[in-house]
Every structure is written in structure tokens, then in C-alpha cells.
């Protein structure tokens, strides 16, 4: 059984960056595929990025050429670094795993989950 532990939110001004780390612990996170999502007040959990186990990364595309999710399966750790942010992208942002081959946008597609991590970007 995956734990999940996200670290590296805060507050940042309008077009700065953060690094969001997503840890895992007891599971062989290699087999696991991995998103990011996020749920801002008021809405629905969205999927932001996410990185299969094997192939390559998907993300939404309000993030496209911003955000960059990448994958140490040596330290069991998944970032998520996210460039020129905007007042749009403050939320709390979650790191869901999967023991899947695929790569899933729905939420409820995935069975662990960590605490979260608030990100707030100022105007």
C-alpha cells in the first residue's frame, strides 16, 4: 500500500515559480502512474498533469508549456514544476498514484492519495 506525501506549496506573485514534490513510501512506485490534480473553492478536483510508468507525460491544457511533471523512480519521488503562474492556478494541489500501465484524467480513477498542498499565486 502507496503513501503520499506533497510538500513545496506556499504563496508566490503572479508569474513566479514553485516545485511541488509528491513522496511516496511502502509500494513499488516504479509500476505506479501518477497525476497531479488540483481543487480550487467552490469547484471540482481537476487533473493538472499526470506521468504513466511507462511513456511520457499529459497535461491540461492550461498548464501546457508551463508546468513540467517529471518522475525519480529511484527516489520514489514525483515533481511537478510549475512556471509562470497565474492567480487561476491557486488551489490545493493533490498527488494521486495508480498501480496501472495507463494514465487516467478522472480522479476517481485513481486509489491513493496524499494530504495535499496549497498553492496561492497573488495578482
Known amino acids: 500500500q502507496v503513501q503520499l506525501v506533497e510538500s513545496g506549496g506556499g504563496l508566490v506573485q503572479a508569474g513566479g515559480s514553485l516545485s511541488l514534490s509528491c513522496a511516496a513510501s511502502?509500494?513499488?512506485?516504479?509500476?505506479?502512474?501518477v497525476g497531479w490534480f488540483r481543487q480550487a473553492p467552490g469547484k471540482e478536483r481537476e487533473f493538472v498533469a499526470g506521468?504513466?510508468?511507462?511513456?511520457?507525460?499529459r497535461y491540461t491544457d492550461s498548464v501546457k508549456g508551463r508546468f513540467t511533471i517529471s518522475r525519480d523512480n529511484a527516489k520514489n519521488t514525483v515533481i511537478l514544476l510549475m512556471n509562470s503562474l497565474r492567480p487561476e492556478d491557486t488551489a490545493v494541489y493533490y498527488c494521486?498514484?495508480?498501480?496501472?500501465?495507463?494514465?487516467?484524467?478522472?480522479?476517481?480513477?485513481?486509489?491513493?492519495w496524499g494530504q495535499g498542498t496549497q498553492v496561492t499565486v497573488s495578482s
Open positions: 511502502g509500494g513499488a512506485f516504479s509500476r505506479y502512474s
Open positions: 506521468i504513466p510508468w511507462s511513456g511520457g507525460p
Open positions: 494521486a498514484a495508480k498501480a496501472t500501465l495507463g494514465l487516467y484524467v478522472n480522479y476517481d480513477m485513481y486509489n491513493h
